[in-house]
């Protein structure tokens, strides 16, 4: 039998030791539950956060879609370390960055890279919502486009949506290159590089879609912008030219037969294209794609409903919530308004700035004497005021909640004011937009909706920004593409894109791909397309201040969410190991102090032992003495409550004879004077409102 060696019998002696002060503390000989119980409950809390924490990672995600490019077999890194056939000519490959299937809709990203030359296709970003608690938005990983940055030879960007741009500032110094959009588009990308600070100025390339300017990016891309019709002004697809064939990137779109601007969707152009020189590629979006038909109305419509919204309640205030970038749908309250005799004022930081854009890209025209501030609005009657303002999506913070709350500066909802819904609630907003239509109604409102109001009332007050199911099908009719790549959506979305190709669109199964972000395919001169394994993809998150807030940081705040923090604080002498002051405690987001005391009890008898035990006047490993606080203090609380918060350990030594600073000189047989920091608020102002939504006073 062999003999321990050192190290096992150290570690024997040290838990020796540990159990016999665990048996000599009262509170811990007390509790009920076994420790691997409290391990288990640990590791539970542990994966449950580390789940809801991932879920913006991309590894290798599961995808059996029979559209897979591998015949529904799930790809492996067995795969990945397969040998290539080796070619005397490059191969172009198309690389989604973000944007498909993730964990939500937005950061859409895609690269196209052919030999030395590489041109990127929008940068979005995602809002994650409540599950990450802290963080604003995600962005792209782009590591593998600074690893290549010499390559690129410029960014195209399709539209001004923030799904679409809203990474530009944070990116685009890392991977430089020259930018090239429609005139609005470049006015929004403009605009958030006001807010960027690596002090990088891009170099703006405007086109002109109606004027098929054709553009050479290295030796082996040329593009060119096509109108499309979407929720936002100047919208565009782009036919990217390329040495294996073309390829066709739709942006976001929807056909409309008369659009406000007047300028239709091109398919006349794309059809000319795609018979002239053929398409070997569509990557097409799938948003609304599983929607059946096509749409019914326009914007004139939308317009239309405003005007008889303002034409039957002459003696009201109109206010009409809206996504910030609809600037066509400004632009028909604004006549509707002008028609009707109505001031209309802007409400919400982001719709300013777009309508400002919007203005100098000349696609709004606003009717004269129109335009009003928000705090001139009071000269005027009800009946004369029209209010435009974020807040459709039930935002807490935004301009419309803060009108209901009583919060905001200029404007309180009274009982006569008709509040208008111009959208509908993005899937997972449903329970923010129903808080807010609650608030409006409580303040004794009528609050109009999309879908849920009388024909008699108004019309149609809301149009999706992307195409339905047979306009999708009149897409691929009218391109015939040879192979296809659904784009811009969640899993479901692509797959339902996906059957539809191969159901109505003409497109085999074996040349459709549905794609997770970071799948690579490959297209080569002989006219074949397959999958080629995966480049590392992911995200970065930011804050409200726009810093990056790293994983540890967000698994921290998820734990806090759900189970709160608990902190114990410790003032030692360096002299005896006694404690000099009762121990501090501090709790938050776990349980009320005051509703707890024989627990707090409990826990500062088991440290009043432990010091006691722990320190007697010898030199101790502060590290090791802080984990086992933790793990006590875990299994005391666990014991009593069946919870696991975080559990912080602070151990202050100090020197009693030491004088303090601005302090008299103190004899050793007198107590050193002990100032307790300033207590922290349980919670922060600025809180108070999200926190009170369960409270009903009056």
């Known amino acids: 039998m062999a003999k321990p060696n050192g190290d096992d019998l150290n570690k024997r002696t040290q838990n020796d030791q540990r159990r016999r002060e665990r048996d000599q503390n009262t509170v811990l000989a007390k509790t009920q539950t076994r420790r691997g119980e409290v391990q288990r409950a640990q590791r539970r809390v542990s994966e449950n956060v580390n789940q809801v924490a991932s879920q913006h990672v991309i590894n290798i995600p599961v995808n059996k879609s029979i559209y897979n490019g591998y015949a529904g077999r799930q790809f492996s890194l067995a ?47 995602l809002f994650p919502g409540a599950d990450y ?127 406000v601007d007047g300028r239709l969707f091109d398919l006349a152009r794309m059809q000319e294209v795609a018979e002239k020189e053929g398409i070997l590629l569509l990557m097409n979006e799938s948003t609304n794609c599983e929607s059946e038909g096509s749409h019914q109305h326009g914007e004139f419509e939308i317009g239309e409903s405003f005007a008889q919204i303002m034409q039957n309640h002459t003696n009201s205030r109109i206010i009409i919530s809206c996504f910030s970038s609809q600037i066509h749908r400004m632009q028909m309250v604004l006549e509707a308004a002008q028609r009707h005799g109505r001031k209309v004022a802007f409400a919400g930081y982001s719709m300013i700035q777009n309508l400002e854009v919007a203005l100098r890209a000349g696609v709004i025209k606003v009717p004269k004497d129109t335009i009003v501030k928000m705090e001139d609005l ?148 002989d006219g074949t397309a397959k999958k080629a394994g995966r480049i590392p993809v992911g995200g970065m998150m930011y804050d409200d201040s726009g810093a990056i807030v790293s994983e540890v940081v967000l698994k921290d705040r998820v734990h806090m969410a759900n189970e709160g923090m608990f902190v114990v604080v410790l003032t030692v002498s360096k002299q005896n190991g006694r404690l000099l002051t009762s121990p501090d405690i501090i709790s938050r987001g776990f349980i009320y102090l005051r509703d707890s005391e024989e627990l707090m009890g409990l826990i500062r008898q088991y440290l009043k032992q432990k010091v006691a035990r722990s320190f007697g006047g010898r030199r101790v490993d502060l590290d090791i003495i802080k984990k086992e606080l933790k793990d006590d203090i875990t299994h005391i609380l666990y014991d009593q409550t069946h919870r696991t918060p975080i559990v912080i350990p602070v151990i202050n030594e100090i020197n009693p004879n030491a004088s303090l600073p601005n302090q008299p000189e103190r004899g050793n047989n007198n107590r050193p004077p002990f100032v307790r920091p300033p207590a922290v608020p349980i919670v922060e102002p600025e809180l108070i409102p999200v926190a009170n939504q369960h409270i009903r006073e009056i």
């Open 79 to 125: 795969d990945q370390r397969q040998k290539r056939e080796q070619s005397n000519r490059p191969v172009l490959k198309v690389i989604p960055l973000g944007g498909l299937g993730e964990m939500g809709i937005g950061k859409n990203m895609m690269a196209l890279e052919y030999d030395n030359d590489i041109i990127v296709i929008d940068m979005g970003f």
């Open 133 to 259: 608690p802290g963080i604003n938005y995600i962005v792209p990983d782009i590591t593998y486009l600074e690893e290549r940055k010499h390559k690129i030879r410029g960014h195209v960007f399709t539209h001004g949506h923030l799904d679409h741009i809203g990474a530009f500032r944070h990116l685009i110094h890392k991977i430089p290159a020259p930018i090239y959009a429609s005139k609005f588009t470049t006015g929004m990308l403009q605009r958030t590089m006001e807010e960027a600070t690596s002090g990088y100025t891009p170099q703006f390339n405007i086109l002109n879609p109606e004027a098929h300017e054709r553009v050479q990016l290295g030796d082996s891309f040329s593009i060119e912008l096509v109108r499309v019709n979407h929720s936002i002004a100047d919208a565009t697809a782009v036919i990217i030219r390329t040495p294996v064939g073309v390829l066709i990137h739709t942006g976001d779109w929807r056909f409309e037969e008369k659009p």
């Open 378 to 525: 009071q000269r005027y009657p009800d009946g004369k005021v029209t209010i435009v303002c974020t807040g459709s999506q039930g935002e807490f913070n935004a301009v419309l909640n803060r009108m209901a709350s009583g919060a905001h500066k200029h404007i309180k909802i009274k009982g006569t004011d008709i509040v208008v819904f111009s959208s509908n609630a993005i899937p997972g907003n449903e329970k923010y937009v129903v808080r807010t239509v609650d608030g409006l109604m409580r303040e004794g409102s009528d609050v109009m909706q999309n879908g849920k109001t009388k024909p008699e009332e108004a019309g149609p007050l809301h149009l999706s920004g992307h195409g339905y199911y047979d306009d999708h099908v009149k897409l691929l009719s009218a391109l015939k593409p040879k192979f296809y790549l659904p784009i811009h959506g969640e899993f479901h979305m692509l797959v339902h894109n996906a059957e539809m190709a191969e159901k109505d669109g003409g497109v085999p199964r074996q040349n459709i791909f549905v794609c997770d972000s970071g799948d690579v395919i490959e297209l080569t001169h």
